[in-house]
């Protein structure tokens, strides 16, 4: 008997969805290119993403573009990255205004080459005010920095009393709703110092494909997936 065909169910979206974009430079090496061309093919597959997830009618998207923890790599693969991360930003910025979308950073952008941070605000002071898609881009950020820099802000606030809220309050995410589901690709299975405080209930999805072949088909496939998922937060199901 043939399987019937399953489809989103429009009505139950997830509101945020985070990717930790793992897998470029294993695409490239098993194609017998250099690391740098899985960069090049992993950027379309972001703006495919976010083409897709504007279509369906999310409200936050979320992309780990670079951890605190790169600085490690060569640096000629880091020049790429930043390279694509400029090249990228300003071939879409017409289509973030076009699109109602706006376009918000988390990380410490001040270590970014000085171009690509001068259009990091740029992108955000143009798009803030927009309703639409929020594509939320982490550069040079790791979620136990952000945790330490909130902390010795509220020190800094002198307050006497902190709750959930007021400590959301001073993450660099406080404008913007917890992901709901996280989606890394390549099969590996850690959410390697991404948004630690965020992600505190959010669903985790682990496909095995590389982030340079994930499309829309993949991330349909992927929210039906979150759409089987029974979200308690802690309580008992009645």
């Known amino acids: 008997m043939r399987k019937e065909k399953e489809e989103i169910d429009f009505s139950r979206l997830p509101q945020h969805v985070a990717f930790i974009m793992d897998g470029n430079g294993r695409w490239a090496k098993k194609r017998g290119m250099p690391r740098v061309y899985g960069h090049k093919i992993g950027a379309n597959a972001l703006i495919r993403v976010v083409r897709r997830a504007s279509e369906i009618g999310l409200k936050v998207v979320s992309f780990y573009a670079f951890s605190t923890e790169n600085w490690n790599r060569p640096q000629d693969e880091i020049n790429e990255i930043f390279r694509l991360c400029k090249q990228g930003l300003k071939s879409k910025s ?8 706006r376009f918000k950073v988390i990380g410490d952008i001040s270590k970014l080459p000085k171009d690509l941070a001068e259009f990091i605000v740029d992108l955000t002071e143009k798009t803030k005010n927009n309703t639409g898609l929020i594509v939320n881009v982490a550069l040079n950020y790791g979620g136990r920095a952000e945790i330490i820099q909130a902390v010795n802000n509220i020190l800094e606030a002198k307050l006497e009393k902190v709750d959930e809220a007021t400590f959301a309050s001073y993450l660099q995410t406080a404008d913007i709703i917890d992901p709901d589901f996280v989606i890394r690709t390549s099969g590996e299975q850690r959410l390697s110092n991404f948004m630690m405080y965020e992600c505190a209930y959010s669903e985790l999805y682990f496909p095995k494909k590389q ?28």
């Open 94 to 101: 017409k289509s973030f205004i076009k699109r109602n979308m």
């Open 211 to 238: 982030w340079p072949a994930f499309n829309a088909k993949e991330f349909d496939k992927a929210i039906i997936e979150y759409q089987k998922r029974d979200r308690r937060f802690g309580a008992i199901k009645k």
